[in-house]
């Protein structure tokens, strides 16, 4: 009788643990959301830097900008090349320029978060061009066309 409760409690906590892997959420689709995000955080600051629209309330995307790039490494687990990525190989081979990638753009939103809670326009203005040119350095190396 024991040996069956143990047997069974083993079925149910491995049940439990594949139920819990099968809810984990799709690398790609996640990392997808995530980046659609970052793209609207980015359109709406140069939609403020050109119409010289009020800097302050881009502060709290931007702070997201820089969370979301301290775990952009981390979204590319490996098997997550296959499917509907754009992601390059070279984001697996070369994971330390890819983290280097990460880190730059990362600095770049922090610059942009602070400049916007001092509602510094001109320093938004750069740090928004810094924050353009450290994805687009990111897109030449690390995502397909």
Same mark, same amino acid.
């Given at each position: @009788?024991?040996?069956?409760?143990? *047997?069974?409690?083993?079925?149910?906590?491995?049940?439990?643990?594949?139920?819990?892997?099968?809810? @984990?959420?799709?690398?790609?689709? #996640?990392?997808?959301?995530?980046?659609? @995000?970052?793209?609207?955080?980015?359109?709406?600051?140069?939609?403020?830097?050109?119409?010289?629209?009020?800097?302050?309330? #881009?502060?709290?995307?931007?702070?997201g900008?820089?969370?979301?790039?301290?775990?952009?490494?981390? @979204?590319?687990?490996?098997?997550?090349?296959?499917?509907?990525?754009?992601?390059?190989?070279?984001?697996?081979?070369?994971?330390?320029?890819f983290?280097?990638?990460?880190?730059?753009? /990362? =600095?770049?939103?922090?610059? #942009? =978060?602070?400049?916007?809670?001092?509602?510094?326009?001109? /320093?938004?203005?750069?740090a928004?061009?810094? *924050?353009?040119? =450290?994805?687009?350095?990111?897109?030449?190396?690390?995502?397909?066309?």
């Amino acid at each position: @009788m024991i040996k069956h409760k143990v *047997v069974l409690s083993a079925v149910v906590i491995l049940a439990g643990v594949g139920a819990a892997q099968a809810q @984990m959420p799709d690398p790609i689709a #996640l990392r997808q959301a995530a980046f659609d @995000m970052n793209a609207g955080t980015f359109g709406l600051a140069r939609t403020i830097v050109a119409n010289k629209l009020d800097v302050k309330p #881009l502060e709290t995307g931007a702070r997201g900008m820089v969370k979301w790039a301290a775990l952009i490494p981390s @979204m590319f687990p490996k098997g997550s090349d296959k499917g509907d990525t754009k992601a390059l190989p070279e984001v697996w081979s070369d994971p330390a320029g890819f983290k280097k990638a990460a880190d730059e753009f /990362g =600095a770049a939103a922090l610059k #942009l =978060a602070d400049a916007a809670k001092a509602g510094d326009a001109d /320093g938004v203005a750069a740090a928004t061009k810094a *924050v353009g040119d =450290a994805c687009g350095a990111c897109h030449k190396v690390f995502r397909a066309k």
